[in-house]
């Protein structure tokens, strides 16, 4: 099976040499306590937590899977005990106010916290993951009361948290929600209904689950107007925050999945079980988004998780398996067979996974500097920026979610074709990557919705283009010094030159077309998402390699020169193999709808 080493060293390239997170974290009024040193010894404990002691549980925990009986889920062998040391070491809180029980540090520090454990042990990272979500929600939308109430035990990992949201006959379509919320006269509410999906909606890991709910209140507008959202724990608390008797929420069954094995999901049933209103009435489905978009965040780490993962137990298996000479000639005259690295197409896949995954967390290491940024604006009261990096961080999240979990799919099949017929076995642990990495595409909204909320909510109707050309300033004014560089720099600023120029373009156009053809926007939405998602990582990736060429010729990488060569190289890969797949999503998404549309109903299949 693969044996995760967390890639310290470039996490480390990206926070301290390309995007500069030193310079980020003093600008930032939670950002003093943040110091590269601190960083760096944070960093190395959760390295060891995720290589000692939660990777060594992935493949058994597959294996193993959650146990259901009359309500209760018990999680795999291990899991309780790797639940106490990740509580004990303070690791839930890194992020929260001090106030509640954090070490208040910035957020980005969660980020590559999650980037960590999710590669080590994705099934695990669900369970104190979706609690983020939860206590973010109720940060930002809780009462006072609420939060001394439920956040301490949240932050310190004594309690998880869920988010409830699908029921048996809507999943994305949340304006068929049918719970109920019925209000009492001490001013709680009965929550009725039955909620499904549930990921860690019941397990036995912590002592209390803080599950958020939507449901609707008595004469509550019709469709998602009409959705309120509400604080619902299985044990009810106290009001200083202790546990008090056992609340009407039971798990009715846990899911039997593809994938994530160790990771409950359960269907929920709540039999007027109390709860109490988060947000204003009715607009539950504005505060849910919080959750929802912390949940996608994540979700987006899964995709560069499962890469990495996926390629460095290739990458192992390509260098000592022999099969087959070189076409080039043998490269291991010694040996029976050339060891599977030196062919060309093993290369391919290879360097694909590599791209992807160190790419994508160029993105997300990004991506968090704007979150971080934002939660500053809030701190700071500055409405004005405020808006412009809750604007960025809007753009970035489907194209995060949606492109990086499709990617981190790919490298997750690719490394089971490294290890041909091996790849499908079980003990191997590749299968278990590519199970695992299939549900990113689904949850927390599937790729379809992402890219419609891309280019329907965020490019057309929210900012009218705004979004991409912002972006697009970004990619030229990086791109303009390294024109007329010689070598690969100069090649790759001025294709990202041309890319920005023709993301422009195709935005136009399909706004321009779109008020003619309504169903250009669905018909063409995926590949639009898909465009964008290549050419912002060819943007990272271009920045990634001028930062290790200017280090090369400045003589100061001397120590590192192999890792800043090999940054180059992936680069040119990228852009030489897998960025020119734009062009393809780029004509399909300006393709006309006519041959989509056209077929009547009953021809798509015949009895």
Same mark, same amino acid.
């Given at each position: 099976?693969?044996?995760?080493?967390?890639?310290?060293?470039?996490?480390?390239?990206?926070?301290?040499?390309?995007?500069?997170?030193?310079?980020?974290?003093?600008?930032?009024?939670?950002?003093?306590?943040?110091?590269?040193?601190?960083?760096?010894?944070?960093?190395?404990?959760?390295?060891?937590?995720?290589?000692?002691?939660?990777?060594?549980?992935?493949?058994?925990?597959?294996?193993?899977?959650?146990?259901?009986?009359?309500?209760?889920?018990?999680?795999?062998?291990?899991? @309780?005990?790797?639940?106490?040391?990740?509580?004990?070491?303070?690791?839930?809180?890194?992020?929260?106010?001090?106030?509640?029980?954090?070490?208040?540090?910035?957020?980005?520090?969660?980020?590559? @916290?999650?980037?960590?454990?999710?590669?080590?042990?994705?099934?695990?990272?669900?369970?104190?993951?979706?609690?983020?979500?939860?206590?973010?929600?109720?940060?930002?939308?809780?009462?006072?009361?609420?939060?001394?109430?439920?956040?301490?035990?949240?932050?310190?990992?004594?309690?998880?948290?869920?988010?409830?949201?699908?029921?048996?006959?809507?999943?994305?379509?949340?304006?068929?929600? !049918?719970?109920?919320?019925?209000?009492?006269?001490?001013?709680?509410?009965?929550?009725?209904?039955?909620?499904?999906?549930?990921?860690?909606?019941?397990?036995?890991?912590?002592?209390?689950?803080?599950?958020?709910?939507?449901?609707?209140?008595?004469?509550?507008?019709?469709?998602? !107007?009409?959705?309120?959202?509400?604080?619902?724990?299985?044990?009810?608390?106290?009001?200083?925050?202790?546990?008090?008797?056992?609340?009407?929420?039971?798990?009715?069954?846990?899911?039997?999945?593809?994938?994530?094995?160790?990771?409950?999901?359960?269907?929920?049933?709540?039999?007027?079980?109390?709860?109490?209103?988060?947000?204003?009435?009715?607009?539950?489905?504005?505060?849910?988004?919080?959750?929802?978009?912390?949940?996608?965040?994540?979700?987006?780490?899964?995709?560069?998780?499962?890469?990495?993962?996926?390629?460095?137990?290739?990458?192992?298996?390509?260098?000592?398996?022999?099969?087959?000479?070189?076409?080039?000639?043998?490269?291991?005259?010694?040996?029976?067979?050339?060891?599977?690295?030196?062919?060309?197409?093993?290369?391919?896949?290879?360097?694909?996974? @590599?791209?992807?995954?160190?790419?994508?967390?160029?993105?997300?290491?990004?991506?968090?500097?704007?979150?971080?940024?934002?939660?500053?604006?809030?701190?700071?009261?500055?409405?004005?920026?405020?808006?412009?990096?809750?604007?960025?961080?809007?753009?970035?999240?489907?194209?995060?979610?949606?492109?990086?979990?499709?990617?981190?799919?790919?490298?997750?099949?690719?490394?089971?074709?490294?290890?041909?017929?091996?790849?499908?076995?079980?003990?191997?642990?590749?299968?278990?990557?590519?199970?695992?990495?299939?549900?990113?595409?689904?949850?927390?909204?599937?790729?379809?919705?992402?890219?419609?909320?891309?280019?329907?909510?965020?490019?057309?109707?929210?900012?009218?283009?705004?979004?991409?050309?912002?972006?697009?300033?970004?990619?030229?004014?990086?791109?303009?010094?390294?024109?007329?560089?010689?070598?690969?720099?100069?090649?790759?600023? !001025?294709?990202?030159?041309?890319?920005?120029?023709?993301?422009?373009?195709?935005?136009?156009?399909?706004?321009?077309?779109?008020?003619?053809?309504?169903?250009?926007?669905?018909?063409?939405?995926?590949?639009?998402?898909?465009?964008?998602?290549?050419?912002?990582?060819?943007?990272?990736?271009?920045?990634?390699?001028?930062?290790?060429?200017?280090?090369?010729?400045?003589? @100061?990488?001397?120590?590192?020169?192999?890792?800043?060569?090999?940054?180059?190289?992936?680069?040119?890969?990228?852009?030489?193999?897998?960025?020119? !797949?734009?062009?393809?999503?780029?004509?399909?998404?300006?393709?006309?709808?006519?041959?989509?549309?056209?077929?009547?109903?009953?021809?798509?299949?015949?009895?």
């Amino acid at each position: 099976m693969p044996t995760y080493k967390v890639p310290l060293r470039d996490m480390r390239f990206l926070l301290n040499e390309v995007l500069d997170y030193p310079a980020h974290y003093a600008r930032l009024s939670n950002g003093s306590e943040a110091t590269p040193d601190l960083v760096a010894a944070i960093l190395e404990g959760a390295a060891t937590l995720c290589q000692e002691v939660l990777a060594p549980l992935n493949l058994s925990g597959d294996q193993e899977g959650c146990h259901f009986s009359h309500g209760d889920v018990t999680t795999p062998a291990g899991f @309780k005990e790797a639940y106490h040391q990740f509580v004990e070491g303070g690791w839930q809180g890194l992020s929260f106010p001090v106030e509640y029980g954090g070490q208040g540090l910035p957020n980005s520090m969660s980020v590559f @916290k999650s980037e960590m454990m999710g590669a080590a042990n994705w099934s695990f990272n669900m369970y104190p993951g979706l609690s983020l979500g939860c206590i973010n929600t109720i940060l930002q939308y809780g009462t006072e009361a609420q939060k001394a109430q439920y956040l301490p035990a949240l932050v310190s990992g004594e309690w998880t948290g869920t988010m409830c949201l699908t029921e048996p006959q809507c999943g994305t379509d949340l304006a068929q929600v !049918r719970t109920r919320a019925e209000p009492q006269p001490d001013g709680s509410y009965q929550i009725t209904g039955t909620k499904m999906f549930v990921s860690a909606g019941e397990h036995d890991l912590a002592s209390n689950i803080v599950h958020i709910v939507l449901a609707r209140l008595p004469g509550a507008p019709a469709g998602t !107007r009409g959705i309120s959202l509400f604080i619902v724990p299985k044990f009810l608390v106290n009001a200083e925050g202790s546990i008090g008797q056992r609340n009407a929420v039971r798990c009715g069954s846990i899911e039997h999945k593809m994938g994530i094995h160790a990771s409950a999901t359960a269907v929920l049933n709540f039999d007027g079980a109390v709860g109490s209103l988060i947000s204003e009435p009715n607009k539950g489905l504005e505060a849910m988004f919080t959750f929802m978009n912390t949940a996608r965040l994540g979700t987006a780490i899964q995709g560069i998780a499962h890469a990495e993962a996926s390629f460095q137990g290739a990458l192992a298996y390509a260098k000592e398996r022999r099969s087959m000479r070189a076409l080039s000639g043998k490269k291991e005259p010694d040996s029976a067979a050339d060891a599977l690295i030196w062919h060309a197409d093993v290369r391919r896949m290879l360097l694909t996974q @590599k791209a992807i995954a160190e790419g994508g967390r160029a993105m997300i290491y990004a991506a968090a500097q704007a979150a971080d940024l934002l939660f500053n604006a809030v701190l700071e009261n500055d409405p004005a920026t405020r808006e412009q990096y809750d604007n960025r961080l809007g753009f970035y999240t489907p194209i995060l979610k949606g492109f990086l979990t499709e990617m981190g799919l790919e490298a997750a099949n690719l490394g089971m074709q490294v290890f041909g017929g091996h790849g499908y076995i079980h003990e191997h642990g590749m299968e278990q990557i590519a199970r695992d990495a299939r549900i990113a595409t689904l949850y927390e909204g599937t790729t379809g919705i992402q890219a419609l909320d891309l280019l329907g909510r965020k490019v057309l109707i929210g900012t009218k283009g705004k979004c991409v050309r912002d972006f697009t300033r970004i990619m030229i004014r990086f791109a303009k010094p390294h024109w007329f560089a010689r070598g690969p720099i100069g090649a790759m600023a !001025r294709s990202i030159i041309k890319r920005a120029i023709e993301w422009n373009v195709i935005t136009v156009c399909i706004m321009l077309r779109a008020t003619k053809d309504r169903d250009l926007v669905g018909a063409g939405s995926v590949d639009f998402l898909m465009y964008s998602g290549y050419v912002m990582m060819g943007y990272f990736w271009a920045l990634q390699a001028a930062k290790a060429n200017a280090l090369l010729l400045s003589g @100061k990488g001397a120590e590192s020169a192999e890792f800043y060569r090999a940054k180059i190289q992936t680069a040119e890969f990228y852009f030489d193999h897998l960025l020119p !797949r734009a062009d393809a999503h780029r004509k399909s998404a300006l393709a006309p709808t006519r041959s989509l549309m056209q077929m009547d109903n009953g021809n798509f299949a015949f009895p």
